[in-house]
T-cell receptor, first 112, second 112 residues
Framework: GEQVEQLPSILRVQEGSSASINCSYEDSASNYFPWYKQEPGENPKLIIDIRSNMERKQIQELIVLLDKKAKRFSLHITDTQPGDSAMYFCAAREGGSAKLIFGEGTKLTVSS | EAAVTQSPRSKVAVTGGKVTLSCHQTNNHDYMYWYRQDTGHGLRLIHYSYVADSTEKGDIPDGYKASRPSQENFSLILELASLSQTAVYFC???????????FGPGTRLTVL
């Protein structure tokens, strides 16, 4: 089955700088890649996603890049704010399936 | 906005006891999912369903059963709870298998 590796597990940045999280997957048939943000004690919430027919997607300060050839996708948060501090999870949907496979998460801390 | 509710929000169970976690959605979504999250880790799919009266195994189904009596309701059953099943359990729903998943608030289960 699909496996998703997410790095780094811990990321600390200064307010106003950029943060990048990288994920890789194994199943070349995977076609949907969402990113979720989870704050302590809360449920995961979708912040941005990208489908396999795209290479780049941006929503305000969030940028997602997808390299299908390398089977990698990444989240870039520009101009980080303390409110961006949270756990971030990438996921990949198995081709032909409703199953999402999640990475282990990245704990982002933005210090002011 | 999507509404997924879970009950109970927290539960303490004894080893060997039966536990039932309930999920209710008012989104009119066809797909529902059960995930478990261990502290500091990603989400793992236990069971999912795309139609009432039918369930499918996820990646970690052993020790769990699921029931989908109606489109709105999806239950997770632990017939013989074990210490290793201590975790936070999230229910989610999506309109289709390839669509955004909306998560409930989670149930914190502690097995003693």
């Amino acid at each position: 089955g699909e496996q998703v590796e997410q790095l780094p597990s811990i990321l600390r940045v200064q307010e106003g700088s950029s943060a990048s999280i990288n994920c890789s997957y194994e199943d070349s048939a995977s076609n949907y890649f969402p990113w979720y943000k989870q704050e302590p004690g809360e449920n995961p919430k979708l912040i941005i996603d990208i489908r396999s027919n795209m290479e780049r997607k941006q929503i305000q300060e969030l940028i997602v890049l997808l390299d299908k050839k390398a089977k990698r996708f990444s989240l870039h948060i520009t101009d980080t704010q303390p409110g961006d501090s949270a756990m971030y999870f990438c996921a990949a949907r198995e081709g032909g399936s409703a199953k999402l496979i999640f990475g282990e998460g990245t704990k982002l801390t933005v210090s002011s | 906005e999507a509404a997924v509710t879970q009950s109970p929000r927290s539960k303490v169970a004894v080893t060997g006891g039966k536990v039932t976690l309930s999920c209710h959605q008012t989104n009119n979504h066809d797909y529902m999912y059960w995930y478990r999250q261990d502290t500091g880790h990603g989400l793992r799919l236990i069971h999912y369903s795309y139609v009432a009266d039918s369930t499918e195994k996820g990646d970690i189904p052993d020790g769990y059963k699921a029931s989908r009596p109606s489109q709105e309701n999806f239950s997770l059953i632990l017939e013989l709870a074990s210490l290793s099943q201590t975790a936070v359990y999230f229910c989610a729903s999506s309109e289709q298998g390839y669509a955004e998943q909306f998560f409930g608030p989670g149930t914190r289960l502690t097995v003693l």
